[in-house]
């Protein structure tokens, strides 16, 4: 049994051929992100002449975490990683975090909008030539999925909350064949559930939800969780464990890298984290919140629930705060003068605001199970600074000039003081009251079965174990597909 529909609709799959062949789209292999090497000599050369951000079909090659760090013509190398001194984390643990500025679109949900649109294109289910693919998202997903379809010559709704980054919808007004904003910002998920659901009765729309499409947990288990991996074996020294992964909810995605982890190295801890202000996991809670791109108010489909250990809440006063810190002349100023390295005040610009709280998250996971100078904690960094310089100014705006005092005060309370405060370590019962909160959103108002659910918790061979053995299914699709466009053949 597959989690992820691969069955053939011929006359779709002859349309993307066609398409392909005309507008010479070679697609890669999960195995080709996983390890870059693979990726054909012909292909890699073509690369050096094309930018990381370009709308160009040869960037579905850069959708890896192992790219060069260059705007142009970049190739590829071990994983992208930073591991942040105890100096500006409070902790003795080693806390690795992934760099995701280096996907094109500058965040790694490039890849699990790949992971979902491929699968039905390579098939057939998803016809280019009629079908738009329909992008529902706080954020990046959207923006990673709009791209995507650019790439695939494919036509993009990219749909995403009004509220969020003015960058985000700058830079999709360049690439989306459309935008809908809707109602509200980061927590108002339902609202674009219910737009969703108002496109999918049109025929020619095919809904990519990343909260659910197991192409997403299939892409990240494969590719995030192997990077992962590779980075601790990179950066480890002779005493170091791997003593646990956390990533803030969002689509769940993420989380399916933590299952690589721990399949890898069973006895590390896997925390998920959210938002105070909307803690749903935490105790079945709702509200508002700043944190953009991390989600709220529902348990993704894809969050296998099962296999999480922990449960941690950021406040997203700390994450903003932190967000001036890492962003302002005083605060790099301050770091410096308490210790922290140059070579790591260098990379504070690596951080958006969901990678920030990952790093908070890390850093209360690493004081709840006081972890030692040989523990490596592991998260991502989905995104960069480069997508937040309007939060900036308007805390600028808000709080005026930024001084040596407040920079003080914003390390002392919003790093070194976090606390072990508004986590919970699951049980077994805890675990299923979690699993049984995706009940209301997916079988009461998105068409999911009793059935489905239950599978979920029940048969985890037959759910997650297969969801993890797609990525083999789909890239032998992806090359019968190459094979017939005849383009990797004749490059």
């Not at 061979?461 to 992806?478: C, P, Q, R, S």
Request: glycine content about 8%.
């Amino acid at each position: 049994m597959s989690m992820i529909d691969l069955a053939i609709n011929a006359e779709g799959r002859k349309h993307n051929i066609e398409r392909a062949r005309e507008q010479k789209i070679i697609i890669p292999t999960i195995a080709e992100m996983k390890d870059p090497n693979k990726i054909p000599e012909k292909i890699r050369e073509q690369l050096k002449n094309v930018g990381l951000w370009d709308v160009n079909p040869l960037n579905l090659y850069r959708i890896t975490w192992k790219n060069e760090r260059k705007e142009f013509g970049g190739l590829f190398h071990e994983p992208n990683y930073i591991v942040l001194p105890s100096e500006l984390t409070g902790v003795k643990a080693k806390i690795m975090l992934m760099v995701g500025k280096y996907f094109p679109t500058g965040c790694h949900k490039v890849g699990a909008s790949f992971g979902c649109l491929v699968p039905p294109l390579v098939t057939g289910q998803f016809d280019s030539s009629y079908h738009k693919a329909v992008w529902p998202s706080t954020g990046n997903y959207c923006r990673g999925g709009a791209f995507n379809s650019a790439l695939l010559s494919c036509y993009s709704i990219a749909i995403l909350p009004e509220g969020m980054s003015r960058e985000r919808f700058e830079w999709l007004q360049t690439i989306a064949s459309e935008i809908i904003a809707t109602p509200g910002s980061e927590s108002n998920v339902k609202e674009i559930f219910d737009k969703t659901h108002e496109l999918s009765a049109r025929p020619d729309c095919m809904i990519f939800n990343q909260f659910e499409q197991m192409g997403n947990y299939m892409w990240h288990y494969n590719v995030t969780g192997n990077a992962i991996a590779e980075a601790f074996a990179d950066m480890k020294g002779d005493n170091d464990r791997f003593a646990g992964a956390i990533f803030t909810s969002g689509s769940a995605g993420t989380m399916a890298a933590g299952d690589r982890i721990k399949d890898l190295f069973p006895t590390a801890k896997l925390g998920v984290g959210e938002a105070l202000q909307c803690p749903t996991i935490l105790d079945n809670g709702f509200g508002a919140h700043r944190i953009e791109g991390i989600g709220d108010k529902h348990v993704p489909w894809i969050h296998n629930v099962k296999n999480t250990d922990l449960v941690v809440d950021i406040d997203d006063e700390d994450s903003q705060k932190v967000l001036r810190l890492f962003n302002e002349p005083e605060g790099h100023a301050y770091l410096k003068s308490v210790g922290v390295p140059q070579e790591t005040i260098d990379q504070l610009s690596l951080f958006g605001i969901s990678g920030i709280a990952n790093m908070l998250c890390a850093i209360k996971m690493a004081k709840y199970y006081e972890l030692t100078e040989n523990d490596v904690v592991a998260s991502v960094m989905t995104d960069s600074a480069v997508m937040y310089a309007s939060r900036v100014k308007e805390l600028q705006d808000e709080d005026g000039a930024y001084t040596r005092e407040m920079a003080a005060v914003d390390f002392h309370t919003h790093i070194l003081g976090e606390k072990t405060d508004n986590m919970l370590e699951l049980t077994y019962a805890d675990r299923k009251r979690v699993h049984n909160l995706k009940y209301y959103t997916w079988v009461e108002q998105q068409g999911k079965t009793s059935d489905e659910l239950n599978a979920l918790w029940y048969d985890q061979e037959n759910t997650w174990g297969e969801a993890k053995a797609d990525a083999d299914k789909v890239d032998d699709l992806i090359r019968e597909f190459n094979e017939e466009t005849g383009l990797l053949k004749n490059l």
